[in-house]
């Protein structure tokens, strides 16, 4: 079955760094574009950055975007998120899933960021 591992999260100040990681397992992971995704509490669940299957192109959230690098290394299946300069407002559950024909979702992984 497929799995998706995050980890990489933790608590922060504004301004600092943090690197998410995604191991998946399962499934092809290099046919299948991918994403990173969070939800705060009370607020659906958003598109933070998608990366295709090459990691030949990716996209971001506005409100990321400038702050943020999606990468992925198809040799090791995983996914990576970069996340610099961090806001309160980036603080929610981080979550990784194929792009299209999502798989169950994961526990994902908890980033705060303090003012």
């Known amino acids: 079955q497929v799995q998706l591992v995050e980890s990489g999260g933790g608590l922060v100040q504004s301004g600092e760094s943090l690197r998410l990681s995604c191991a998946a397992s399962?499934?092809?992971?290099?046919?299948?574009?991918m994403g990173w995704y969070r939800q705060a509490p009370g607020k659906e669940r958003e598109l933070v950055a998608a990366?295709?299957?090459?990691?030949?192109?990716?996209t971001y959230a506005d409100s990321v975007k400038g702050r943020f690098t999606i990468s992925r290394d198809n040799a090791k299946n995983t996914v990576t998120l970069q996340m610099n300069s961090l806001v309160p407002e980036d603080t929610a559950v981080y979550y990784c899933?194929?792009?299209?024909?999502?798989?169950?979702w994961g526990q994902g992984t908890q980033v705060t960021v303090s003012s």
């Open positions: 990366i295709t299957w090459s990691g030949g192109a990716t």
């Open positions: 899933n194929r792009r299209h024909a999502f798989s169950n």
């Open positions: 399962g499934f092809t992971f290099s046919s299948y574009d």
